[in-house]
């Protein structure tokens, strides 16, 4: 990948980043973080165990993790397929091992998502007794809290990342 292909990969990763944490947020981008905090925010609200309507709100929470994890999935794949390369041919050992870290986060945070899937599938599928089914779904909400918290967290040191290649890019 040649400096301008790859500088130009850098800034719309970091423009995802600037909106993530900026607060530009609309579900009809899920490609990026900001959208994916959105999401996990509306989710979270969309299901609240004891209230009357929770068929409805599971079906949606179901909706919105879906659109995250695609989202979640091509924003990670950006990352993973063009930055270890770009790394690799202009970064510092420093660098590469940041970016070692940031892909291993990755990983678990797409394990996350599928997690609150799964409490999604077990909530909608039936088989609990209330005292389980309603245990379940308060770990499911605090579960998504946490997975929001470190995705900030993940947005915000990948933001450090991009900006020391980027700075790497424009000295070669």
């Known amino acids: 990948m040649e400096v301008a292909e790859a500088l130009a990969l850098i800034q ?45 709100g599971l079906k949606k929470l179901g909706e919105l993790l ?6 979640l999935r091509a924003h990670f ?17 420093e660098i590469a ?9 990755h990983e678990d945070l797409r394990n996350r998502i599928t997690q609150a899937e799964k409490h999604v599938a077990e909530l909608t599928g039936g088989g609990l007794t209330r005292q389980v089914w309603e ?16 995705l900030e967290a993940h947005a915000k040191i990948e933001q450090t990342l991009l900006s020391s290649l980027e700075k790497a890019l424009k000295a070669s």
Do not use: C
Request: negative net charge; aromatic residues 4%.
């Open 135 to 150: 245990a379940t779904a308060h770990d499911m909400r605090a579960h998504m809290t946490h997975t929001r918290k470190l």
């Open 66 to 71: 879906l659109s995250i994890s695609k989202g």
């Open 77 to 93: 794949g950006r990352e993973e397929a063009a930055l270890p390369g770009v790394v690799t041919r202009y970064g510092t050992e």
């Open 12 to 56: 719309r990763i970091i423009e995802e980043h600037r909106q993530f944490i900026g607060g530009f947020q609309n579900l009809e981008q899920m490609a990026n973080d900001s959208s994916v905090m959105r999401g996990l925010d509306l989710s979270k609200e969309a299901f609240i165990p004891g209230r009357l309507d929770q068929k409805e």
């Open 97 to 105: 091992s940041d970016l070692r870290s940031i892909l291993l986060e």
